[in-house]
């Protein structure tokens, strides 16, 4: 019986993180950006959707979705209403999708951090760079920090 249990725990805990994994990502990057499409293919392979909407100009997109300037960096993406700046590593997205905040309106890793998923080599830890959150209020956080 107790290995029935333990079975039974042990598969509602790998579908209840795949719940998250499933949400679709709509992501806006620049054609010529191999970094951006990088990290796209890290989160399909987490489990996510991405639809990538190509630009040459994006910055229409971080305006109206409430980017703060000093966050921006090579693409944006939205999933479940929540802004996804650069390179956040899937840990955190799910995170912000399970606790799912309302005061949070995204999260940002400011700039191209050399060590980021997308960035960093195949196999490299993510490494020297803060993920931060940015509040509906115009306030941000550090979310999580490499």
């Known amino acids: 019986m107790k290995t029935f ?5 042990s598969t509602s805990l790998l579908f209840s993180g795949l719940s998250f994994a499933s949400s ?9 950006c191999g970094c951006c499409t ?7 392979q987490k489990g996510y959707q991405v639809d990538i909407q190509e630009q040459k100009d994006w910055t229409n ?3 109206e979705f409430g980017m703060p300037a000093k966050l921006q960096s090579c693409h944006t993406a939205i999933i479940d209403g929540y802004l996804i700046e650069g390179h956040v590593p899937e840990k ?5 999708l399970k606790e799912h905040p ?3 309106k995204g999260l940002a890793a400011p700039g191209m951090p050399m060590h980021s998923p997308g960035m960093a ?6 490494k020297d760079f803060d993920v931060i959150a940015f ?7 550090v979310y999580a920090e490499y």
């Open 92 to 96: 955190e997205v799910a995170r912000l």
């Open 102 to 104: 309302q005061d949070i």
């Open 38 to 44: 990088e990290w796209a293919e890290i989160m399909e």
């Open 135 to 141: 509040h509906a209020d115009g306030t941000t956080s």
């Open 24 to 32: 679709n990502i709509e992501m806006y990057k620049s054609p010529s």
């Open 61 to 63: 997109v971080k305006r």
């Open 5 to 9: 249990n333990k079975i039974i725990l």
């Open 121 to 126: 080599k195949p196999g490299e830890a993510y």
